[in-house]
């Protein structure tokens, strides 16, 4: 894994010394630090759970950026969506505090982001109108895309878990998908985040064994016959296919 890099912004002075205690250095970036040994697994604990249990919940040591067009809501007109994504990434544990450090290789889609580094925040908010914003349809704010011609939120819901209007999309056929809006480019691209840093965010982590078994959105797609994790069998060796499927653009 890469150096972690750490926004210091909102630091107290003394957790800034305990961090160069643990061998943090401070980094050409304006309020950051980069860390070496962060994946000690005393270190972790501390820093992790004690400091930043609300803030990081997994690092990512590939990221990449998906795009896809998805027709506004509000004024109709196409815009692109983008979300967060990786393949190589450590669950640093502050779901279970038993449990520090579970790497893992497989691809995530991350959504409802709710941390970001400070410099990448800036660069998505700058090229891709995405920033956090309060939906008042999931009643809490996060990492949102936003047209690019009326401003108005495009939800993650749509762009993660109904298939057609999703980044997944790429992975089935429109045979399999019931629901298409009329969106006439269908391609998921996605480019790599070239850093040489490891990037610590707080999003929710896509469990696709889980939801693509669950009963309860097999029984909403039979009620509503739009395609779901569930119905179409996203599985985690399904999402693995994607950056295959995908255009790298």
């Known amino acids: 894994m890469k150096d972690l890099l750490i926004n210091i912004a909102n630091m107290s002075e003394s957790l800034i010394l305990n961090l160069e205690s643990l061998g943090a250095k401070h980094t050409q970036y304006p309020k950051t630090m980069a860390w070496s040994n962060w994946q000690d697994k005393a270190a972790t604990r501390l820093i992790f759970n004690d400091f930043f249990r609300d803030e990081i919940n997994i690092v990512c040591d590939n990221i990449y950026v998906f795009i896809i067009k998805r027709r506004c809501w509000k004024c109709g007109r196409e815009t692109d969506c983008i979300c967060i994504g990786t393949d190589s990434s450590i669950d640093v544990g502050t779901r279970d505090s038993s449990r520090y450090l579970n790497y893992n290789k497989n691809t995530l889609l991350f959504y409802e982001v709710k941390t970001i580094p400070q410099n990448f925040a ?45 980044f997944y999309n790429c992975l089935f056929s429109l045979d399999e998908m019931l629901h298409y809006d009329g969106v006439e480019d269908r391609t998921t691209n996605y480019f790599p985040v070239d850093s040489k840093y490891s990037i610590a965010i707080n999003a929710v982590i896509p469990e696709y064994d889980i939801l693509s078994s669950s009963a309860e959105l097999a029984i909403e797609h039979m009620k509503t016959e739009v395609e779901n994790w569930a119905s179409i069998r996203l599985t985690q060796g399904r999402a693995n296919e994607i950056l295959i499927k995908a255009k790298r653009i």
């Open 122 to 166: 800036a660069y998505l908010k700058e090229k891709h109108n995405y920033f956090p914003s309060y939906s008042k349809t999931a009643k809490k704010t996060y990492y949102v895309n936003h047209c690019n011609y009326c401003g108005a939120l495009q939800g993650d819901f749509y762009l993660h878990h109904v298939i057609d209007t999703s």
